[in-house]
């Protein structure tokens, strides 16, 4: 089975970036915060996507939260890969698998359109009054 909660949750720069501060130790959310443009609850967001697929774990520390990489978790993503891997290296010259491609459902029907917008009514006198350009 493909391994698509690892790779989804490797999908994102920032979440890369956290896996690679946390492979070389583990780290309270705060310093993690500090190496980013973006707020706490947003790290706190990545790690939880990060946690959900097993890749870090968190444990209390007093009133610290403390993640650590949990590196065994990647073996499933690295092994899917490595399918492809060893046949590159065993065929380079071999080409490439056609797939077909995926069916879309046709789109729904519609009821009849109604109109995007409705048309503008005269700016009042009075915004002309204050300046506004309508």
């Known amino acids: 089975m493909p391994p698509t909660q690892l790779f989804s949750a490797l ?6 970036k956290i896996i690679v501060m946390l492979h070389k130790e583990p780290l309270p959310v705060h310093r993690l915060a500090e190496a980013f443009p973006i707020s706490r609850p947003a790290i706190s967001r990545h790690l939880r996507v990060l946690s959900e697929a097993g890749l870090v774990a968190e444990r209390k520390r007093g009133r610290e939260n403390i993640y650590a990489l949990r590196p065994k978790r990647l073996n499933a993503a690295r092994e899917w890969l490595e399918i492809f891997a060893a046949a590159a290296v065993t065929d380079p010259d ?6 077909a491609p995926v069916k879309k459902a046709a789109p729904k ?26």
Do not use: I, L
Request: glycine share 2%.
């Open 11 to 16: 999908a994102d720069d920032v979440r890369c």
């Open 109 to 134: 029907k519609r009821a009849a359109e109604k109109p995007a917008t409705k048309p503008m009514a005269e700016a009042p006198a009075a915004a002309e009054q204050m300046g506004f350009d309508f």
């Open 94 to 99: 071999r080409p490439p698998v056609e797939v």
